[in-house]
């Protein structure tokens, strides 16, 4: 970002630039560890922010920091309080086991953190590593995970004790003390062989980029590859004709592509769509087939995403089939363009 804008009323930056600015702050270590504790989307959100920054002035760095200990005070109801200090206390007051309860409701789970650093972790090695653990144990480390990332890894346990895993996920309730200790002790081990995982690529993806980018004979180099591995060229053309590239194409492709797919497809397929992909359908309808197509996508309600998954496949496969053909010229990356 350029530099931060002032106006008369006063220093005006978002909760993420005052988030960005808080962090630049305080030192390499302690924003390191304040982003561990973040979800993989907030923090990359939060350090592209960060990366911008430049030319900061002092009202933004007081302003940000101003209201962040003034949100703290108001929140927080500690007022600069440790947690050894207040393990101390509460230990003295109420008891070991009464004080870790408190101090779980005040900090969070001490887990969470841990936890998080995870989500960067590939599901199929997760599945692998936790798979010799009893059950239970599965089903508490899920337990701390978000559902997305732990579908993924139900999908790499043996099918056979999936079941199972699931049935003690949903009878948990308040997880006592030594079975955290002992899931403190699994993710450790899991953190610490994770740190020595070589870093994952997604070739296929790279692969159909680049295909995309070729300026000559795209096509013969396709059938090249086929030669030598059929399965994973068709992968690879999976990825090179993905549904978003409809986004970018022209109102004569959209135009012809609405004549041979039924609607009802698309308003299956479109479907929780990014915004630019529905205007760029929709601004090739007429206004009143627009109309008659959005009270369709109504009416059809909610729809299962394997079968929106799926209508997106095969609409695809028509594209390629037309582009094949030389029917349409399909767009398949973001080209600049010039007048």
């Given at each position: 970002?350029?530099?931060?804008?002032?106006?008369?009323?006063?220093?005006?930056?978002?909760?993420?630039?005052?988030?960005?600015?808080?962090?630049?702050?305080?030192?390499?270590?302690?924003?390191?560890?304040?982003?561990?504790?973040?979800?993989?989307?907030?923090?990359?959100?939060?350090?592209?922010?960060?990366?911008?920054?430049?030319?900061?002035?002092?009202?933004?760095?007081?302003?940000?920091?101003?209201?962040?200990?003034?949100?703290?005070?108001?929140?927080?109801?500690?007022?600069?309080?440790?947690?050894?200090?207040?393990?101390?206390?509460?230990?003295?007051?109420?008891?070991?086991?009464?004080?870790?309860?408190?101090?779980?409701?005040?900090?969070?789970?001490?887990?969470?953190?841990?936890?998080?650093?995870?989500?960067?972790?590939?599901?199929?090695?997760?599945?692998?590593?936790?798979?010799?653990?009893?059950?239970?144990?599965?089903?508490?480390?899920?337990?701390?995970?978000?559902?997305?990332?732990?579908?993924?890894?139900?999908?790499?346990?043996?099918?056979?004790?999936?079941?199972?895993?699931?049935?003690?996920?949903?009878?948990?309730?308040?997880?006592?003390?030594?079975?955290?200790?002992?899931?403190?002790?699994?993710?450790?081990?899991?953190?610490?062989?994770?740190?020595?995982?070589?870093?994952?690529?997604?070739?296929?993806?790279?692969?159909?980029?680049?295909?995309?980018?070729?300026?000559?004979?795209?096509?013969?180099?396709?059938?090249?590859?086929?030669?030598?591995?059929?399965?994973?060229?068709?992968?690879?053309?999976?990825s090179m004709y993905d549904f978003f590239i409809l986004s970018r194409q022209t109102e004569q492709v959209i135009t012809r592509l609405?004549?041979?797919?039924?609607?009802?497809?698309?308003?299956?397929?479109?479907?929780?769509?990014?915004?630019?992909?529905?205007?760029?359908?929709?601004?090739?309808?007429?206004?009143?087939?627009?109309?008659?197509?959005?009270?369709?996508?109504?009416?059809?309600?909610?729809?299962?995403?394997?079968?929106?998954?799926?209508?997106?496949?095969?609409?695809?496969?028509?594209?390629?089939?037309?582009a094949d053909a030389g029917e349409i010229d399909v767009q398949l990356f973001a080209e600049a363009t010039a007048e």
């Amino acid at each position: 970002m350029a530099e931060l804008n002032n106006n008369d009323e006063g220093v005006v930056l978002t909760p993420v630039e005052q988030a960005a600015i808080v962090l630049l702050s305080i030192g390499e270590e302690p924003a390191a560890a304040v982003l561990r504790c973040l979800e993989r989307d907030e923090l990359i959100e939060l350090t592209q922010v960060m990366s911008r920054m430049s030319g900061i002035k002092v009202d933004s760095v007081k302003y940000a920091v101003q209201n962040f200990f003034d949100d703290y005070r108001e929140q927080s109801g500690l007022h600069g309080a440790s947690r050894t200090y207040l393990k101390r206390s509460l230990d003295l007051a109420l008891g070991s086991d009464i004080a870790n309860s408190v101090l779980n409701t005040i900090y969070g789970d001490a887990i969470r953190p841990m936890m998080a650093r995870l989500q960067y972790a590939s599901p199929k090695w997760l599945a692998e590593f936790i798979s010799h653990e009893h059950v239970q144990m599965q089903a508490v480390f899920l337990a701390f995970l978000s559902p997305a990332l732990a579908g993924q890894i139900i999908e790499g346990l043996p099918e056979a004790s999936r079941d199972l895993v699931l049935l003690n996920l949903a009878r948990l309730d308040e997880i006592d003390r030594d079975l955290l200790k002992e899931l403190e002790d699994l993710v450790t081990r899991c953190l610490s062989a994770l740190d020595t995982q070589s870093a994952s690529v997604e070739g296929v993806r790279q692969v159909a980029e680049i295909l995309n980018r070729l300026p000559n004979n795209r096509a013969g180099m396709v059938e090249l590859l086929r030669a030598h591995d059929p399965d994973v060229v068709s992968q690879i053309e999976m990825s090179m004709y993905d549904f978003f590239i409809l986004s970018r194409q022209t109102e004569q492709v959209i135009t012809r592509l609405l004549d041979d797919i039924p609607l009802e497809q698309w308003a299956i397929a479109l479907k929780g769509a990014e915004p630019a992909l529905r205007d760029a359908i929709l601004s090739a309808m007429p206004k009143r087939q627009a109309q008659s197509f959005e009270d369709l996508m109504r009416r059809s309600g909610p729809v299962p995403m394997s079968r929106i998954e799926q209508t997106r496949k095969d609409i695809m496969v028509a594209v390629k089939a037309l582009a094949d053909a030389g029917e349409i010229d399909v767009q398949l990356f973001a080209e600049a363009t010039a007048e």
